[in-house]
């Protein structure tokens, strides 16, 4: 027969035999009752409500005991026998034998003993504990922690209350342990000591040496690290990158982490070829303000013989609420030269790496009648990094830019939209001297005013548009920089300039349904067929400036538009029909899209005298083709792990295909993904890109998911892609690498290529160490393979904590 005795924590005495107890409630217990029950109003209005500590409120619970025998002594002694189960709040002890001294509050458990707290398991030969302190030690213990597969077992742990604990010659690891052979596991950080405060989310572990594979590889005197998510600040794993430019590069990053919502990095690098580096980050996260700042800094390059920085700053903010107050940001990157791209591949840090922008913007939106508006100034200017091989023709610089948009309702159904806005457009600074481009001011108004209708499975939208742009001061830059802007009127094109366009257009369309079988399965079938008609009456426009106006891709969303170009400057003299339609399968039962199949077609009505050259830029010869070129495109998921998807722009004109997309992806598994893409522009371009993440070869099935991890008992994973210019003749980029899963740790060596002209390129090695559940150790590879390979995964999900500080720490901005 099981029997249970409950007490309270507090209790000093205990009824005597096997039958069920319950105490009275003591005095200081029955305070803390009254009190909580008083009116709040009592209290004085400085003071706030604040938790009890974590020990103090594990004094206030309850202690539950349960075994096969309870034989008690009042005042005295209680002893339990038979599986044994003792609680209280979050703590739970097992045991075969369990006596608890009631003066000494002191329990004494033997046998196969059990301990549960905080998501901590011990298991040991002998406990002895102070129940309400909860002080004692635990002989020979050996402990996991579930949530990061881990754990490992010390000569002793002491409990120094609640929250406290101290662990002598600890191991941990997250490898399987065999005691009874004495075998190393694969990995093992052994310890002389570890502190550990759950109350500062802190432990502090002395004669501290993780050794892999029997070799030690890191040894600190002093390691202090985090308890769960918490930030703490401290030393980040050791960083190794080697690349064909820079040579082997160390940095060994220290995190500071200085409030709750501000935190930064410092890492020291030595670069074999270059020499000594920092670089820095700061974030930031205010009530009404957060951001980034980063500051690369390497004060002496043996390379190139100077010193060389690159910054990056990101902010955002607000006045007022977020909804409808002043907003302001500011985004800069700048770099010290123009090679820092090709040096530094891996600090692009999300920039385009030539071309780095200035921005500042602020905006004020505001509540109109039937609609909203926002009013805003920004400016935009751009370092354009160049070099020998190839120039790239930056965008224009607005400073400034202020224009104001709204958009609303108006009687009988009317949607109004309007933007008008101001910019004076100039060059960077190594632009104007080599282009002949123009430079100048431009107003412009764009205005719609539609009048949509529904019903049930249609829709037509009449709407009439404006476009004018009115063009001042415009200059041509010479060709040398000697020589001063030209104005444009003695090059047939005159410095003031306007004109306004207007454009009708009616956008209709149905939206078909019916339920379906087919591929043995239950489907949902649309039949989607839409009609555009665009009439826009010419205005020649040869002769104004052109800042920003460049022919759209040919895609359906670009095909179902009323002009050809984006931007302001070019309006096409479009009168035409565009016509098309989509369908699709979809799923019953999962939601998912089994297949889908679109076509669309431009028919013009008139020759359209507005058109782009074949680079995409305006002012091209007039076209007279009555049909356009023709876009197919299609994708399904219909056979079990495969992927197919193509768009197919086909020519009438010469009767074949003028650019093409065709992917096929086959991904049977998880871990296992095999892709390649064909890529065609006729006459520009043509390209092969695969990428895969493939097992190559296990020594069992499921080896590498549970292996012990040592020897070569795990599982080979080859990831790689490739991307081949077949008009070329040469691989343009690539990324080969291989990923060894031994359970326990992985492994992990890639090298990419980057190409960074027609004959040069970056070369980089990426060689990581996973310890799972502990720190990966050297350059991470993971986010180019994420990147580049589609349907990568990683070996190891992420975890939501660690013991110690590692690499991946958040990194976005941090959160209060």
């Known amino acids: 027969m099981r029997i249970t005795w409950l007490a309270l924590a507090a209790a000093t005495g205990c009824g005597s035999g096997a039958a069920n107890s319950q105490m009275a409630v003591p005095p200081l217990a029955a305070s803390a009752a009254a009190a909580a029950s008083a009116p709040l109003t009592t209290l004085q209005p400085s003071l706030r409500l604040q938790p009890l500590p974590r020990a103090e409120a594990a004094r206030q619970l309850p202690i539950v005991l349960q075994a096969q025998s309870i034989r008690s002594q009042p005042d005295l002694q209680t002893v339990a026998e038979g599986n044994v189960e003792f609680r209280r709040g979050g703590v739970v002890i097992r045991a075969d034998r369990l006596a608890y001294d009631t003066p000494r509050d002191r329990a004494t458990a033997s046998g196969q003993v059990h301990v549960s707290q905080g998501g901590a398991e011990y298991r040991g030969s002998q406990l002895e504990i102070a129940v309400q302190r909860f002080e004692g030690f635990f002989l020979e213990p050996q402990f996991e922690f579930p949530a990061l597969g881990a754990g490992g077992r010390a000569e002793r742990i002491d409990f120094l209350g609640n929250a406290r604990s101290r662990a002598t010659n600890a191991s941990y690891t997250s490898c399987p342990r065999d005691d009874s052979s004495g075998a190393e596991p694969a990995w093992v950080l052994r310890t002389d000591s570890v502190r550990i405060d759950l109350d500062a989310n802190e432990g502090v572990a002395e004669g501290a040496v993780l050794r892999f594979l029997g070799m030690p590889i890191v040894a600190l005197p002093t390691l202090s690290f985090p308890l769960g998510d918490t930030r703490k600040s401290g030393w980040l794993p050791l960083s190794v990158n080697i690349d064909n430019r820079s040579g082997l590069t160390l940095s060994v990053p220290w995190y500071w982490n200085i409030a709750p919502n501000r935190d930064a990095t410092l890492a020291p690098r030595l670069i074999t070829r270059r020499g000594v ?425 499921g080896a590498g998911r549970s292996s012990a991890g040592s020897g070569c008992s795990g599982a080979w994973y080859s990831v790689g892609r490739f991307n081949y210019s077949l008009k070329d003749r040469r691989l343009t980029d690539s990324i080969l690498g291989l990923e060894y899963d031994a359970g326990c740790w992985i492994g992990r060596v890639v090298a990419e290529q980057l190409s960074t002209g027609r004959s040069q390129a970056t070369t980089r090695l990426l060689v990581q160490l996973e310890l799972v559940g502990l720190s990966r150790i050297g350059s991470n590879p993971l986010k180019v393979l994420k990147d580049n390979i589609p349907g990568y995964r990683l070996l190891r999900d992420e975890r939501g904590s660690s013991p110690m500080p590692t690499d991946d720490r958040p990194t976005g901005t941090p959160a209060p």
């Not at 039962?589 to 020759?607: P, S």
């Open 277 to 701: 580096a920092l670089d820095s980050e700061l974030r930031y996260l205010e009530a009404r303000d957060e951001g980034s700042l980063r500051l690369d800094w390497l004060p002496y390059d043996q390379a190139v013989g100077r010193s060389r920085q690159s910054l990056q700053w990101q902010h955002g903010g607000h006045l007022g609420t977020p909804e409808s107050g002043l907003r302001y940001s500011a985004s800069i990157a700048r770099v010290s030269d123009d090679d820092w791209w090709k040096d530094f591949p891996d600090a692009s840090r999300g920039f385009t790496p030539r071309l780095l922008p200035l921005r500042l913007a602020l905006e004020q939106p505001f509540a109109l009648p039937q609609g909203e508006g926002l009013a805003y100034a920004r400016a935009l200017k751009w370092q354009v990094q160049q070099n020998s091989e190839s120039f790239v023709n930056a965008p224009y610089e607005r400073s400034p830019q202020v224009g104001v948009r709204l958009g609303g309702r108006a009687p009988g159904g009317l949607e109004l939209t309007a933007e008008t806005e101001f910019n004076r457009l100039t060059l960077p600074h190594n632009q104007a001297a080599s282009t002949q481009r123009s430079t100048g001011e431009r107003w412009h108004l764009l205005g719609s005013v539609s009048r949509p209708l529904r019903g049930l499975g249609w829709w037509v939208v009449p709407r009439l548009s404006v476009n004018t742009a009115s063009y001042s001061g415009t200059t041509l830059a010479s060709s040398a920089s000697t020589t001063p802007a030209v104005p444009l009127a003695s090059r047939g094109a005159v410095p003031r300039a306007s004109r306004t366009i207007p454009t009708l257009s009616v956008d209709a369309g149905f939206e078909l349904e019916r339920s379906t079988q087919a591929f043995s399965r239950e489907l949902h079938q649309t039949l989607e067929p839409r009609l555009l008609y665009v009439n826009t009456p010419y205005r020649a426009q040869s002769q104004l400036p052109n800042y920003d106006a460049a022919a759209k891709d040919f895609n359906f969303v670009s095909l179902y538009s009323d002009n050809t170009f984006s931007g302001i400057d070019r309006v096409s003299d479009s009168h035409q029909i565009t016509a098309g339609f989509t369908t699709r399968l979809v799923d019953v039962q999962t939601g998912a899209e089994a297949l889908r199949l679109g076509l669309v077609q431009r028919y013009l009505l008139r020759t359209q005298r507005i058109t782009a050259q074949a680079d995409g830029t305006p002012d091209g010869v007039p076209l007279e083709r009555r049909f356009s070129d023709a876009l197919l495109i299609g994708s399904t998921s219909v056979l079990p792990g495969w992927t197919f998807d193509g768009a197919v722009q086909y020519s009438p004109e010469i009767d074949r295909s003028v650019r093409s997309i065709i992917g096929v992806r086959y991904s049977p598994g998880p871990y296992r993904t095999l892709g390649t893409t064909y890529r065609l522009a006729r006459g520009l371009s043509e390209q092969l890109e695969v990428g895969w993440q493939w097992p190559v070869w296990a020594t069992a099935p």
